[in-house]
């Protein structure tokens, strides 16, 4: 299994031949393990992984990455992802892009943009109510939400909320280009989050 941590960087396009690409760009600098937890002593397997650079980190966080050079210290935010198999890593490793190339299949994961608290058209897609004669300031309304038995709503009932801001997965995505002099990937189409969000690139 392969796997990095980036960040969303902005979306752009890429020709090849007679079609047109949307591809979103992905930097993935500074990506170093810095922790590795295996089945025996915490139950099970992960590698945890950072990512950016900051001026300054506080006394638990430089005893939490006291293993590492201090070159590599000063991260800005920690990830961790469960794996198989954790022989093959060590604390201070980097994570380099060079292990993908161009036609790998990926899964992306990030935080997606948070909407706010939004009605059910715009959250789940209802049609809402016809804007004729007897409807006049209810066309967005949920309407009936169904039985009441056991006298409360039941639970997982669609509504009203807050919409969006939750981890969100796409799978099946295809890295288009790989810059390792920028350390940049290209992947096709649109990824979850706003600009600078922290994505997991996962292709196995």
């Known amino acids: 299994m392969k796997f990095i941590v980036g960040k969303k ?3 752009s396009r890429i020709l090849e031949k007679d079609k047109m690409i949307p591809v979103t760009l992905v930097s993935a600098e500074n990506c170093v393990v810095t922790q590795i937890k295996d089945e025996k002593k915490d139950g099970y397997n992960a590698i945890q992984i950072g990512i950016g650079r900051k001026k300054n ?3 638990p966080e430089k005893g939490h990455l006291k293993k590492l050079e201090k070159e590599l210290q000063h991260i800005s935010k920690l990830i961790e992802l469960r794996v198989d198999e ?3 890593y060590k604390v201070g490793q980097k994570i380099e892009i060079s292990d993908f190339a ?3 299949y990926i899964t992306v994961s990030g935080i997606s943009k948070g909407k706010g608290f ?6 789940h897609g209802f049609k809402g109510s016809p804007k004729t004669h007897g409807h006049r ?12 038995f056991p006298q409360h709503t039941l639970k997982g009932i669609r509504m009203a909320g807050r919409h969006g801001n939750k981890k969100t997965s796409i799978k099946n995505l295809q890295i288009i280009q790989v810059d390792k002099d920028n350390n940049l990937i290209a992947i096709s189409g ?3 989050g706003a600009r600078n969000t922290l994505l997991t690139i996962v292709a196995k």
């Open 9 to 11: 960087v902005g979306m």
């Open 57 to 59: 980190i506080n006394k």
């Open 86 to 88: 954790v022989e093959n």
């Open 102 to 104: 161009s036609g790998d």
């Open 118 to 123: 939004t009605g059910v058209v715009k959250r």
């Open 137 to 148: 300031h209810d066309e967005r309304a949920p309407g009936s939400i169904g039985s009441r």
């Open 190 to 192: 649109a990824l979850p």
